[in-house]
């Protein structure tokens, strides 16, 4: 069942590409929101053709990113195409834009001109290293933005190069920073009444997550290292071997590994001086873990997390994409979806989160073809006969 979301009053522009100003179109999309993704005519957003698996010849990640938007085509690039765009934008509450600093400037679309007919305008606009400072104009991947920010430093085993993370973790938190700072000027403007600019860097938002990196430095000299699958000091918690597989277990809290060494016929453990407090226990990490693993490689992984359950200490399978669709919570709480995809039928995605009680958000659909809905919305918008959005399109405007 359809329902309005809690953003369902708004209408927001995209007219970002690639990753952070789609994602935070998509949180924008998945609670409601009109969004309006304006897309190059006869290629879209590079993202259509990103991925590795396709189905049918055509690939899948676009079905996630681009859903719940209305796709219109517009070239941003000629005259007609910007007018249409400062068009839309003047009838919406929020501008998503992730291209380099300066391109809204050079298209005509500044901040100040878009004020002058739009006063309560919010725009994001995400770039890699912000709308001030020497590196203004530089080109920023998430992937740059991981690397300056410290993510990448810190991420991998000690032995080696540094490693990433499975994901473009740099551009999804980007657009999340960025979507959270969107959120709170149309906050704002319920009291002032006027719109503002939100400067999302991406390498500001992996520095935002880096916990205690920056001060360990300044006050103590401390610089974090690789670690591989541990935290230092942060003992137990790690990924422990299982007769068939794995199984991670997170029992660094002083009460819970009492209730650990229960579970494992050994609470002499808990008294032991070396594991006895939070302290002890990471200073004496390797031994813990050696200790740990010897125990939890004889059993499976369903018996580790029986007692694990038993004895209420956190711990979880590894899950890959197989484990996420079979697994009873997943199933109860719907975090993945089935949605209706025109070509392939019902289609697994993740849900939309987080989950509001009163107000949730939904997939009401998968990414749509491009220039989909092109002429509903130059119609319903701006007025636009079919003469003129035959012309428009005949000189490749739209």
Request: hydrophobic share 40%; with cysteine; charged share 25%.
């Amino acid at each position: 069942m359809t329902h309005p979301g809690p953003l369902s009053d708004l209408r927001v522009v995209e007219m970002g590409q690639l990753l952070a100003g789609p994602f935070a179109g998509q949180l924008f999309a998945d609670f409601g929101a009109e969004l309006i993704k304006l897309e190059p005519p006869n290629q879209g957003d590079p993202l259509r053709i990103w991925g590795k698996e396709r189905t049918g010849g055509k690939l899948l990640w676009w079905s996630v990113m681009g859903r719940n938007k209305k796709s219109v085509t517009c070239n941003l690039r000629t005259p007609e195409g910007q007018q249409i765009a400062r068009d839309i934008i003047a009838t919406s509450d929020v501008l998503i834009e992730n291209f380099r600093s300066g391109t809204l400037e050079k298209w005509g679309m500044a901040p100040e001109v878009l004020w002058e007919t739009n006063p309560r305008l919010v725009i994001l606009r995400v770039t890699g290293f912000g709308q001030s400072g020497p590196m203004q104009y530089e080109a920023g991947y998430g992937a740059v933005g991981e690397a300056m920010g410290g993510l990448r430093y810190v991420t991998g085993d000690p032995d080696r190069m540094p490693s990433r993370a499975g994901i473009s973790i740099g551009d999804t938190l980007a657009a999340t920073f960025g979507t959270v700072g969107a959120l709170m000027a149309l906050h704002a403007r319920n009291r002032t009444g006027r719109g503002q600019v939100v400067d999302s860097a991406l390498y500001e938002a992996v520095l935002a997550v880096m916990e205690s990196l920056v001060i360990d430095y300044d006050q103590a000299g401390y610089i974090r290292e690789r670690t591989g699958s541990i935290l230092p000091k942060i003992a137990p918690s790690n990924v422990y071997p299982a007769s068939d597989g794995e199984m991670l277990i997170a029992g660094n809290g002083d009460s819970i590994f009492r209730r650990l060494t229960q579970a494992m016929g050994q609470p002499e453990l808990a008294e032991d001086p070396r594991f006895h407090d939070h302290t002890a226990r990471g200073e004496h990490q390797g031994e813990l873990d050696e200790l740990i693993g010897n125990w939890s490689r004889g059993l499976t992984s369903a018996q580790i997390a029986a007692l694990m359950s038993e004895y209420k200490v956190p711990h979880g399978r590894i899950y890959r994409a197989p484990e996420m669709l079979e697994d009873p919570q997943f199933k109860a709480r719907e975090s993945i979806v089935r949605v209706m995809h025109p070509d392939y039928g019902p289609v697994a995605m993740q849900n939309t989160f987080p989950r509001l009680s009163d107000t949730p958000g939904q997939v009401r659909w998968v990414g749509p073809k491009l220039g989909e809905h092109t002429d509903q919305v130059l119609k319903d918008i701006l007025g636009k006969s079919d003469d003129e959005l035959a012309a428009l399109r005949a000189a490749d405007v739209i």
